[in-house]
């Protein structure tokens, strides 16, 4: 079956610019679980969305949002940007959950901030 | 959130088992120990989890200590492919997966 699909792989933003990124799960998983990886901070938790709800968030400013759609793909948001936003993205797909079994990982989206 | 303590690197030889450790000595009763892995340039892999008893699948095994304190990964047989970051991870009930800074795992040829 298809993975994890995430959009863009790549992309380069400016400082104050806003970017939308995508996560389409595999089909049939209902959460999504986004997460930020720098090589100083290593990989961060976001947010997680189930059925359309977001279930858990990590300690991210509010210029992070997220939102899930009833096919259960989701997308994230990043208003103002800055420079330290540069990172790569991860979205994780599950049946249930994060913590009640195996997450299945996209590539990511990479992101620059310039 | 259980805090974890892992090695930052590891080297093994090709087609020698690797026992990676893990200590989480506050982890809560009711907490899964998961285990992923992150290959270069690709997200993390799940590898195994676990919650008392020793576990066992196609990947890896994972002993578990009897206090759950602390556990370990291992590879049976190394191969190039192992080659990769490992992070275990105690399974927060509130569904947070909490990523440490994991053991980086070389293997020789």
């Known amino acids: 079956k298809a993975g994890v699909t995430q959009t863009p792989r790549y992309l380069i933003k400016t400082r104050g610019q806003q970017v939308t990124l995508s996560c389409s799960p595999i089909?049939?998983?209902?959460?999504v679980s986004w997460y930020q990886q720098t090589p100083g901070q290593g990989l961060q938790f976001l947010f997680e969305y189930f059925s359309e709800t977001q279930r858990n968030k990590g300690n991210f400013p509010g210029r992070f949002s997220g939102r899930q759609f009833s096919n259960s793909r989701s997308e994230m948001n990043v208003s103002t940007l800055e420079l330290g936003d540069s990172a790569l993205y991860l979205c994780?797909?599950?049946?249930?959950?994060?913590?009640?079994?195996?997450?299945?990982f996209g590539e990511g989206s990479r992101l620059t901030v310039l | 959130d259980a805090k974890t303590t892992q090695p930052n690197s590891m080297e093994s030889n090709e087609e020698e088992p690797v026992h990676l450790p893990c200590n989480h000595s506050t982890i809560s009763g009711t907490d899964y120990i998961h285990w992923y892995r992150q290959l270069p340039s690709q997200g993390p892999e799940y590898v195994i989890h676990?919650?008392?008893s020793n576990v066992n699948n196609r990947m890896a095994s994972l002993a578990i200590a009897e206090d759950r304190k602390s556990s370990t990964l291992i590879l049976h047989r190394a191969t190039l492919r192992d080659a990769a970051v490992y992070y275990c991870?105690?399974?927060?009930?509130?569904?947070?997966?909490?990523f440490g800074q994991g053991t980086e795992l070389s293997v020789k040829p």
């Open positions: 089909s049939g998983h209902r959460s």
């Open positions: 991870i105690p399974y927060n009930q509130g569904g947070k997966l909490i």
């Open positions: 994780a797909s599950s049946f249930a959950g994060t913590g009640t079994g195996e997450l299945f």
């Open positions: 676990g919650l008392t």
